[in-house]
């Protein structure tokens, strides 16, 4: 079982990113999802995490301005990003809970973005 996180880069303060991160592998089942992150010099932070059902839960700074998503189908997890702000900059890593033979934690690599003028 493998998450592979993409959507990084680099982005203009204001504009809109997506990323996305696919599991793939031997699945038995994927409960919940989500998208953590690493500013510079500061510890790994929850954003948001989404049910298998669709619950959302999101981090303050993440409020109407993110969106996490998922398509159960593609055992992919999304995360729409708007108005995107310098201080947004890090290093975002996907999580799902997965059952393979049991249910386990599972992190995607970490996918970069810089949000700079």
């Known amino acids: 079982v493998q998450l592979q996180a993409s959507g990084g880069g680099l982005v203009q303060p204001g504009g809109s990113l997506r990323l996305s991160c696919a599991a793939s592998?031997?699945?038995?089942?994927?409960?919940?999802m989500g998208w953590y992150r690493q500013a510079p010099g500061k510890q790994r932070e929850l954003v948001a995490i989404i049910s298998s059902g669709g619950t959302t839960n999101y981090a303050d700074s993440a409020k109407g301005r993110f969106t996490i998503s998922r398509d159960n189908a593609k055992n992919t997890v999304y995360l729409q990003m708007n108005s995107l702000k310098p201080e947004d900059t890090a290093v975002f890593s996907c999580?799902?809970?997965?059952?393979?033979?049991?249910?386990?934690?599972?992190w995607g690599q970490g996918t970069e973005f810089t949000v700079s003028s």
């Open positions: 592998g031997s699945i038995g089942s994927i409960n919940g």
């Open positions: 999580y799902a809970r997965i059952y393979h033979t049991r249910w386990d934690g599972y």
